[in-house]
C-alpha cells in the first residue's frame, strides 16, 4: 500500500511535423497563429500544474469531460506515458522513470484487455507466472480474487463465453491477484449498459472493503465520481478545477465550470443578475425579482471584499419550486415534462432564460403541471451559488 504524489506533472504531445511547420513558418514570414492555448511552440499541452496528494488507502476519482487529460495522469502514473515536467512519487520513491512494471501498480482498462485464447484462470494467473511465484500461491490467489469476485464457476471458460460484466469481473480479478500498491482504474464500465453499471459500480464498493489499497478510478460519469470517491479531482483543459469530497464539490462548487458539470441535472445559470452592496448587507435581482441573501452569505461576501456587481447565480434544480399560481414567483413556460418516478422534471423557458426543477410527485393530490402551461418558479436565497462574471469563481 502506499501514497501517491503529483508534484505540478505536465505532459506534452509534441507536434507531429515541426520541421513542416518550421519551414511553412519561414517561407511566410509570418508568426504561425495559435487557435487554442493548450497548443504551444513545444506542442499540444494536454496536461499542466497538476498537483495531488493521494493518501494511502484513498479512493480519488479523476472526472471530466472528454480531452480534460485525467486519462492521460492516469497513464503517467502508471508509466505508459512519459512525464514532461514535474515529480511523481509511489510511497516515497521517485518514479518518473521506472519501468510500467517495476511500480508496482496494477490497471483495469476500459476495453478489458483479456486474452481471448486464455481461459479465465490463466488470464488471472498470468502475470504471477511472470514473477515466477510458486503454483500453490499463484492457485492460492486466483482463487481467493475469484471467490471475491463471486467469479469461481467462471474460471474455466474464455472470454468470449462472458459477459461484459463478467469480462469486467476478470479485468478487474487479473489485477487484483497481483496485490499492487496502487490500483488504476481508466473508464472500466463505460462498455456496460446502464443496469450492469450500476450493478458494477455496487461490486467496486464492496470490492474496496475488501482490497486495503490506493485506488486512483478516472471517468467521465459524475454519477460514478460521486458514489465512488473519497474525494473527487475535476478536470478540464488539462487544469484541475476543484478538489474535495462529493459533498464539497456539489455544495460548494468554486467555479462556474464545475456548478454546470456536477448534477444531475445540471445546475439552473442566470446570467446578467445584479449583486448589490447596501452597507453590510447584500441583495440580488434575477430576472426583475429582487432576493435579500441571508446573514451568512453577507457575512461571507463581506469578508470576501466583494462590492455590487453583476454576477451570474446558480441554482440547483431541486431548489426550484414550482407553482401553478402565475403571482407566486417568476413567470415561464413549460415546454417538456418527464416523469422520472418518484418526481417531475420540469423544463421551463421565461424568455431565453431556461430552468429545470425537480418536483416529488404528490400522488395525494389531482393537480398536475402541464407541458405547455404557464406556471410561476421561485427558489430561496440560501439556495444561491454567486459566481463573479470576470472570473468566474464562487464569490462566497
Given at each position: 500500500?502506499?501514497?501517491?504524489?503529483?508534484?505540478?506533472i505536465?505532459k506534452?504531445?509534441?507536434?507531429?511535423?515541426?520541421?513542416?511547420?518550421?519551414?511553412?513558418?519561414?517561407?511566410?514570414n509570418?508568426?504561425?497563429?495559435?487557435?487554442?492555448?493548450?497548443?504551444?511552440?513545444?506542442?499540444?499541452v494536454?496536461?499542466?500544474?497538476?498537483?495531488?496528494e493521494?493518501?494511502?488507502?484513498?479512493?480519488i476519482?479523476?472526472?471530466?469531460?472528454?480531452g480534460?487529460g485525467?486519462?492521460?495522469?492516469?497513464?503517467?502514473?502508471?508509466?505508459?506515458?512519459?512525464?514532461?515536467e514535474?515529480?511523481?512519487?509511489?510511497?516515497?520513491?521517485?518514479?518518473?522513470?521506472?519501468?510500467?512494471?517495476?511500480?508496482?501498480?496494477?490497471?483495469?482498462?476500459?476495453n478489458?484487455?483479456?486474452?481471448?485464447?486464455?481461459?479465465?484462470?490463466?488470464?488471472?494467473?498470468?502475470s504471477?507466472?511472470?514473477?515466477?511465484?510458486?503454483?500453490?500461491?499463484?492457485?492460492?490467489?486466483?482463487?481467493?480474487?475469484?471467490?471475491?469476485?463471486?467469479?469461481?464457476?467462471?474460471?474455466?471458460?474464455?472470454?468470449?463465453?462472458?459477459?461484459g460484466g463478467?469480462?469486467?469481473?476478470?479485468?478487474?480479478?487479473?489485477?487484483?491477484?497481483?496485490?499492487?500498491?496502487?490500483?488504476l482504474?481508466?473508464?472500466?464500465l463505460s462498455?456496460?449498459?446502464?443496469?450492469?453499471?450500476?450493478?458494477?459500480?455496487?461490486?467496486?464498493?464492496?470490492?474496496?472493503?475488501?482490497?486495503?489499497?490506493?485506488?486512483?478510478?478516472?471517468?467521465?460519469?459524475?454519477?460514478?465520481?460521486?458514489?465512488?470517491?473519497?474525494?473527487?479531482?475535476?478536470?478540464?483543459?488539462?487544469?484541475?478545477?476543484?478538489i474535495?469530497?462529493?459533498?464539497?464539490?456539489?455544495?460548494?462548487?468554486?467555479?462556474?465550470?464545475?456548478?454546470?458539470?456536477?448534477?444531475?441535472?445540471?445546475?439552473?445559470?442566470?446570467?446578467?443578475?445584479?449583486?448589490?452592496?447596501?452597507?453590510?448587507?447584500?441583495?440580488?435581482?434575477?430576472m426583475?425579482?429582487?432576493?435579500?441573501?441571508?446573514?451568512?452569505?453577507?457575512?461571507?461576501?463581506?469578508?470576501?471584499g466583494v462590492?455590487?456587481?453583476?454576477?451570474?447565480?446558480?441554482?440547483?434544480?431541486?431548489?426550484?419550486?414550482?407553482?401553478?399560481?402565475?403571482?407566486?414567483?417568476?413567470?415561464?413556460?413549460v415546454?417538456?415534462?418527464?416523469?422520472?418516478?418518484?418526481?417531475?422534471?420540469i423544463?421551463?423557458?421565461?424568455?431565453?432564460?431556461?430552468?429545470?426543477?425537480?418536483?416529488?410527485?404528490?400522488?395525494?393530490?389531482?393537480?398536475?403541471i402541464?407541458?405547455h402551461?404557464?406556471?410561476?418558479?421561485?427558489?430561496?436565497?440560501?439556495?444561491?451559488?454567486?459566481?463573479?462574471?470576470e472570473?468566474?469563481?464562487?464569490?462566497i
Amino acid at each position: 500500500m502506499a501514497k501517491v504524489i503529483l508534484d505540478n506533472i505536465k505532459k506534452i504531445y509534441p507536434h507531429a511535423k515541426d520541421e513542416d511547420k518550421k519551414k511553412k513558418k519561414k517561407k511566410n514570414n509570418e508568426p504561425e497563429k495559435k487557435t487554442n492555448l493548450q497548443i504551444t511552440d513545444e506542442g499540444v499541452v494536454a496536461v499542466q500544474q497538476f498537483s495531488l496528494e493521494i493518501a494511502d488507502k484513498e479512493f480519488i476519482v479523476l472526472v471530466g469531460p472528454s480531452g480534460c487529460g485525467k486519462s492521460t495522469t492516469l497513464r503517467m502514473i502508471a508509466g505508459l506515458e512519459k512525464i514532461t515536467e514535474g515529480n511523481l512519487y509511489i510511497g516515497d520513491e521517485r518514479v518518473n522513470d521506472v519501468a510500467p512494471k517495476d511500480r508496482d501498480i496494477a490497471m483495469v482498462f476500459q476495453n478489458y484487455a483479456l486474452y481471448p485464447h486464455m481461459s479465465v484462470y490463466d488470464n488471472m494467473a498470468f502475470s504471477l507466472q511472470n514473477q515466477k511465484k510458486s503454483k500453490e500461491e499463484i492457485d492460492a490467489r486466483v482463487r481467493e480474487a475469484a471467490e471475491i469476485l463471486d467469479i469461481t464457476p467462471l474460471l474455466e471458460r474464455k472470454p468470449k463465453a462472458l459477459s461484459g460484466g463478467q469480462r469486467q469481473r476478470v479485468a478487474i480479478g487479473r489485477a487484483f491477484v497481483r496485490d499492487p500498491k496502487v490500483f488504476l482504474m481508466d473508464e472500466p464500465l463505460s462498455n456496460l449498459d446502464a443496469k450492469l453499471r450500476n450493478q458494477m459500480r455496487a461490486e467496486i464498493i464492496k470490492l474496496r472493503e475488501k482490497i486495503d489499497t490506493t485506488f486512483v478510478y478516472v471517468t467521465h460519469d459524475q454519477v460514478e465520481a460521486m458514489t465512488l470517491g473519497d474525494r473527487i479531482v475535476i478536470m478540464k483543459d488539462g487544469f484541475i478545477q476543484q478538489i474535495g469530497t462529493p459533498q464539497e464539490v456539489f455544495n460548494h462548487p468554486q467555479n462556474l465550470f464545475v456548478a454546470g458539470f456536477i448534477g444531475v441535472p445540471q445546475m439552473n445559470l442566470y446570467n446578467n443578475c445584479q449583486l448589490v452592496k447596501d452597507g453590510d448587507t447584500y441583495k440580488v435581482t434575477i430576472m426583475g425579482k429582487e432576493y435579500a441573501l441571508t446573514e451568512k452569505q453577507c457575512a461571507a461576501l463581506n469578508a470576501n471584499g466583494v462590492d455590487s456587481q453583476e454576477i451570474t447565480v446558480g441554482v440547483r434544480p431541486v431548489h426550484v419550486a414550482v407553482s401553478q399560481d402565475a403571482n407566486a414567483g417568476i413567470s415561464a413556460n413549460v415546454e417538456v415534462t418527464e416523469m422520472m418516478g418518484s418526481e417531475l422534471h420540469i423544463h421551463m423557458t421565461s424568455g431565453e432564460q431556461k430552468t429545470i426543477a425537480v418536483v416529488p410527485i404528490d400522488y395525494n393530490t389531482d393537480e398536475v403541471i402541464e407541458q405547455h402551461s404557464t406556471v410561476a418558479f421561485d427558489f430561496k436565497a440560501v439556495h444561491m451559488h454567486l459566481f463573479s462574471n470576470e472570473t468566474g469563481m464562487n464569490l462566497i
